[in-house]
């Protein structure tokens, strides 16, 4: 849990200055595939937490204004619905 003091003293600072959506921050709200993919793999092993990870990525995923949604959101999408561990990929 005190791992996670920063985030949520963070989440905090940026729900105080701006609505949820524009407060998002994070692979998810970029659109960044290639970090959640990685962090599905880590999470492989625990699969409470990958519960929850996808759940939460999900909720945070619909937060994201359709005004700035691109590629990289739909493939998110695609790695959270996921019902197996993704694979890593090697980097080229």
Known sequence: AADLRPLIARTEENLR???PAHALTGPV?????????????????????LALYRALGTFLLDLVPSSVRGEGHREVARLLAEDHPPVRKESP
């Open 17 to 19: 200055a701006a609505t």
């Open 29 to 49: 709200a970029r659109g960044d595939a290639r970090t959640v993919r990685s962090q599905l793999a880590a999470l492989a092993d625990r699969p409470r937490m």
